[in-house]
Every structure is written in structure tokens, then in C-alpha cells.
């Protein structure tokens, strides 16, 4: 078998999903993305794949090795986004070669299902409290929030005391036992980030997530020594490499590298095994799309130190198009009481809706991230 041919459609509401084709008719879907720069990221996996045309879509390492290695410069968002994909649709292939889901050819499942999270209160939260308990009626049993909307540096308290009412409004809402997620966002540096911290710590959370910029994760240390609340973070951590210094400090708690940005299947599953080893839980992070979640999903299956998977069901980015959209058995991410069961089906276990993938392709999308700016005119982090 030999890789023929590949297709990349840019598809609302901000997703870039990747189709590679074989010379014996066996198809595979990938998402590689970095959300605001879709085109950015398709222009890479031409390139990429450029250097894959003819080769055997069953050598996934070697064709992973290619992509990182011999090209010099390596890493970052967009070139690890554009591996991402590729790397998917590859295993994609290669499950529905065997007539397998892609969590049988990586040593078998050590669980049937994960527990989901949904997302309350958009980029600049508000009601949280009830839609959060919206969502625990609807059968989910934990939910991440965004904490604050603008925060200097050092900033004033009020937007504190707004963060602790909202979590506090949630917390009165939902019950003592209700998983609740705050996600700083990169938005908090240092100096509020550890008042945040502090202040949110009697509500008990999940875990709070990027407390600070990952460029800073030498800070993580001093949030730790001020709450025993679990810290989270990784999203904008792309390899192994990445995470290695993390993990050695001994500072997080929960990792989250994206499956469409940390390299795909094959990068991700390694980084679990490195995060097993320091004793520290992964979370995937995926607010994308369903060839994204169902990724996760199969790594999920194997990855013993999983322990809550991201789905963008019903998030504030999926005005125009969501997450079951683009696929004809939507049932595979039926939620049963805040669980989703590992996909079974060959490959990643879905079926996408090429056709209407296509006609949205047309239409496609320029979304970009919000530009914030601070009362004095600096830019704010999003």
C-alpha cells in the first residue's frame, strides 16, 4: 500500500481537517490545526506532505521521524499542527487496514470509557452558575470555565472577587462534589495569578489550568506552594521535549497536550507514558472538532493516567457549526452520565460526512483570535 493523494478542507467554524488517500482505496481523516491560523498550518501540510507521496502509510513512526527530523527546524504550533494531522489520518488508514479501532494496535484498552467535561461561560464568563447546572442536568458531572476576562499584571481586586462569586455561584449551584474546572488562560501573570489562586482555594476544584504562560512555567512553583489545588497545564506544549523540563520539576499536576498540536497520536501517547512515569495525570486538551476528540478518545483508551477528556459540544466557538456535524454515526460520542465510551468502530471509529465536508469547504472560515486591549491601550493576552 502506498499513499496517493490528500485533501485539505478548511471548515467551519474553525477547524482544518486533512483526508490522505491510498493506492488500494483506504482513506484517513486527520485534523491539523492551530485555531487562527488554519491556512498557516494546510500550507505546512502540503509541504509535509509533499515528502510522503508514494510511501507506506503503515511505517507511521519513520513517516513521524521524516516530518520532525529532516527538515532541519522543528517544533512550534504549526509544524507540530501540521505532523498532528497527518499523523491521525495515517493511523486512521492503517485501523481500517486491520478492521481495528487504532487503541488495538497500541497495546489494547485499559478502559471502556472516560469522563467528559463541558465547557460553561465563554471568553468573558457570566451565569455561570446556571448554566452549569444546565449542564449537570444534562448528565455531565464536571464543567471548565474561563476565569477572567482582561488582567494586568497587577490589577485590581474587584476582578478577583468577580472570579470567586462566579465559582462560588457554581459551587452553590452544582454541590460540594461537582468538577469545576478555572482556566486562567495564560490571561493571569504571576503577581494575580497567586491571589487567584489562593481566593479560588476553598471551592475545592478539579484542577485550575495555565495559571501562568507556559513561557513562565518556572513560576508553577510558587503557585503550588500556596494551594494544594491541582495545576494543569500544556496546551501550548508541543513535544515531548517540551514537557520533559515540566515534568522533572515536579510543578503540574495534569498535563494537557492537544492531540492536533503536540505531534498527533503517536507524540501524544509518548508524552502520556513520560507524564506516568512522574506520577502526573494527563488531560487531552481538544476544543476542536470530532476528528480531533475521537483521537483522543483512541489514545485515551490506552493511557492509563487519563483522567477527564475536553469536547467542544455546545461551545461558545461553535456558533456556526459543532461537533457532530461532520460525522454519520454522532452516537459514537453519546455522553452517558458525564462518561463517553471508547470508539469501536475501524480507525479512529467515525465516520466523516465527506460530502457535507466538502460543500462547507466552500464556505470555509477566517477565524481569528479576539484582540484584547487593556483600559490603557496595551494589548492584553486572550
Request: hydrophobic share 40%; proline share 5%; glycine share 8%.
Amino acid at each position: 500500500m502506498k499513499i496517493e493523494s490528500f485533501q485539505t478542507y478548511i471548515v467551519p467554524p474553525r477547524w482544518l481537517f486533512l483526508k490522505i488517500e491510498t493506492d488500494e482505496g483506504i482513506s484517513g481523516w486527520g485534523e491539523p490545526v492551530i485555531e487562527g491560523k488554519a491556512a498557516t498550518v494546510e500550507t505546512a501540510v502540503h509541504e509535509l506532505m509533499s515528502q510522503l507521496i508514494g510511501s507506506d502509510p503503515f511505517r507511521i513512526e519513520d513517516a513521524w521521524e521524516k516530518m520532525y527530523r529532516a527538515g532541519f527546524y522543528r517544533g512550534g504550533p504549526i509544524l507540530m499542527s501540521a505532523i498532528a494531522g497527518i499523523d491521525q489520518a495515517l493511523w486512521d488508514i492503517k485501523g481500517k487496514a486491520f478492521k481495528a479501532p487504532i487503541y488495538q494496535l497500541m497495546g489494547g484498552a485499559v478502559r471502556n470509557s472516560i469522563k467528559v467535561y463541558s465547557w460553561v461561560g465563554g471568553d468573558r464568563p457570566s451565569n455561570v452558575g446556571a448554566a452549569a447546572l444546565e449542564r449537570k442536568k444534562a448528565g455531565f458531572t464536571a464543567i471548565k470555565m474561563n476565569a477572567t476576562d482582561e488582567l494586568q499584571m497587577i490589577d485590581s481586586y474587584e476582578k478577583i472577587d468577580d472570579v470567586v462569586a462566579r465559582v462560588k455561584a457554581i459551587r452553590e449551584s452544582c454541590g460540594p462534589y461537582f468538577g469545576i474546572a478555572v482556566d486562567f488562560h495564560g490571561r493571569v501573570h504571576k503577581p494575580m495569578a497567586k491571589i487567584l489562586a489562593k481566593a479560588l482555594e476553598p471551592y475545592n476544584l478539579m484542577f485550575m489550568e495555565e495559571p501562568v504562560l507556559p513561557q513562565n512555567n518556572e513560576d508553577l512553583g510558587k503557585i503550588t506552594e500556596l494551594v494544594k489545588t491541582p495545576i494543569a497545564t500544556g496546551e501550548r506544549m508541543f513535544s515531548r521535549w517540551d514537557f520533559k523540563r515540566l515534568l522533572e520539576s515536579g510543578n503540574v499536576d495534569i498535563i494537557q497536550p492537544d492531540l492536533s498540536h503536540a505531534g498527533g497520536i503517536t507524540e501524544c501517547k509518548k508524552i502520556a507514558s513520560m507524564a506516568e512515569g512522574y506520577d502526573v495525570a494527563v488531560a487531552f486538551h481538544c476544543p476542536l472538532g470530532p476528528i480531533a476528540l475521537a483521537s483522543c478518545l483512541q489514545v485515551d483508551a490506552t493511557v492509563y493516567n487519563a483522567v477527564i477528556q475536553e469536547q467542544s459540544l455546545g461551545i461558545h466557538y461553535n456558533k456556526t457549526n459543532d461537533l457532530l456535524d461532520y460525522i454519520k454515526n454522532p452516537e459514537v460520542f453519546e455522553y452517558d452520565n458525564g462518561f463517553v465510551k471508547i470508539p469501536q468502530g475501524p480507525g479512529l471509529g467515525i465516520e466523516v460526512n465527506e460530502e457535507l465536508v466538502k460543500e462547507k469547504a466552500k464556505e470555509g472560515h477566517n477565524w481569528r483570535n479576539p484582540v484584547w486591549r487593556h483600559e490603557d491601550g496595551t494589548i492584553s493576552e486572550w
